[in-house]
């Protein structure tokens, strides 16, 4: 059962334009989302993160949304760089359980120069 | 700190033998996770500590699977009579309690042959 969704497994864009991943999630009991950023032959790196008793967070080039009634979250990343192609990740726990994640398939993000 | 070290970074086996994996993670960090991901999914929660309390392992996916954290600093992940379906990458990650953002290692791939 996913109860973490990326329905888009693969995005391309141009450099110096946006990015924007998107994640769906069934369960309501999540309360804090993450987004992980993987490379070849490495782990996931933490990216960003959000809280369910907010909309949005900013850090640098990367903003998360949430929209609670939907069950949906969004990653953009403004401008783009080609160093930006990766995995993306994102991620949900429920509280109280020791931060055990729920994790999406990733969407894999090519940046185009 | 060099971060969270996993070894081996490949092991290949033979269906039906016994394969156990080390982590070790950032020295100042008291949880440790265990996550495993089959190719195209995303990484899928086995089971963590706090110190060298092992607090959540009915996720490990049978009881072939058991993991160990002596002394709360390296852990070990064991596989008793591998299968096929066992073949995966094995992350580790760890954090400080109640921060949400993990440090992953670069992970074991496990081939089962």
């Known amino acids: 059962d996913q109860q973490v969704k990326q329905n888009s497994p693969s995005l391309s864009v141009q450099e110096g334009r946006i990015s924007i991943l998107n994640c769906d999630y069934t369960n309501s009991m999540f309360d804090y989302f993450l987004w992980y950023k993987k490379y070849p032959a490495e782990g996931p790196t933490f990216l960003i993160s959000i809280s369910s008793i907010k909309d949005k967070n900013e850090d640098g080039r990367f903003t998360v949304f949430l929209n609670k009634s939907a069950k949906h979250l969004s990653l953009h990343i403004v401008p783009s760089q080609p160093g930006d192609s990766a995995v993306y990740f994102c991620?949900?726990?429920?509280?109280?359980?020791?931060?055990?994640?729920?994790f999406g398939t990733g969407t894999s993000l090519t940046v185009i120069p | 700190d060099t971060g969270v070290s996993q070894d081996p970074r490949h092991k290949i086996t033979k269906r039906g033998q016994n394969v156990t994996f080390r982590c070790d993670p950032i020295?100042?960090?008291?949880?440790l996770y265990w996550y495993r991901q089959t190719l195209g999914q995303g990484p899928e929660f086995l089971t963590y500590?706090?110190?060298?309390?092992?607090?959540?392992k009915s996720r490990l996916l049978s009881d072939r699977f058991s993991a160990e954290r002596p002394k709360g600093s390296f852990s070990t992940l064991e596989i008793q009579r591998t299968e096929q379906g066992d073949s995966a990458m094995y992350l580790c990650?760890?954090?400080?309690?109640?921060?949400?953002?993990?440090?992953f290692g670069s992970g074991t791939r496990l081939t089962v042959v």
């Open positions: 991620a949900a726990t429920v509280p109280n359980t020791g931060n055990q994640f729920y």
């Open positions: 500590f706090q110190n060298e309390a092992q607090l959540e």
């Open positions: 990650a760890s954090s400080l309690t109640d921060h949400y953002g993990y440090t």
């Open positions: 020295s100042e960090h008291n949880r």
